[in-house]
Nanobody
Framework: QVQLVESGGGLVQPGGSLRLSCAAS????????MGWFRQAPGNQRELVAN???????NYAASVKGRFTISRDNAKNTVYLQMNSLKPEDTAVYYC?????????WGQGTQVTVSS
């Protein structure tokens, strides 16, 4: 069972930056996708960004140009660099790993954008 541990959330002012990290307990071999989802109160969980094992990245339209997903294979870690944060980015951010037919989730980290 893969375990995902997120870190890096917090309170930031509008226009600020945060970097989220997601460390996986083991290295996955083969085709997989790692990504970040978020869920704000009263909303459904939505995809923010993901990166496929070959390196292709995808972003939600609302974050394109502001957020960057990257990975460090040696550390089994995925990052989400979030710049120019807006109040509407406030949510719990979840790390996800999709392998075959299985999905693994982290515990979530709160990101609050407020002045």
């Amino acid at each position: 069972q893969v375990q995902l541990v997120e870190s890096g959330g917090g309170l930031v002012q509008p226009g600020g930056s945060l970097r989220l990290s997601c460390a996986a307990s083991e290295r996955i071999v083969g085709i997989y996708t790692m990504g970040w989802f978020r869920q704000a109160p009263g909303n459904q969980r939505e995809l923010v960004a993901n990166i496929i094992s070959g390196g292709t990245t995808n972003y939600a339209a609302s974050v394109k140009g502001r957020f960057t997903i990257s990975r460090d294979n040696a550390k089994n870690t995925v990052y989400l660099q979030m710049n120019s944060l807006k109040p509407e980015d406030t949510a719990v951010y979840y790390c996800n790993q999709h392998v075959g037919s299985k999905d693994y989730w982290g515990q979530g980290t709160q990101v609050t954008v407020s002045s």
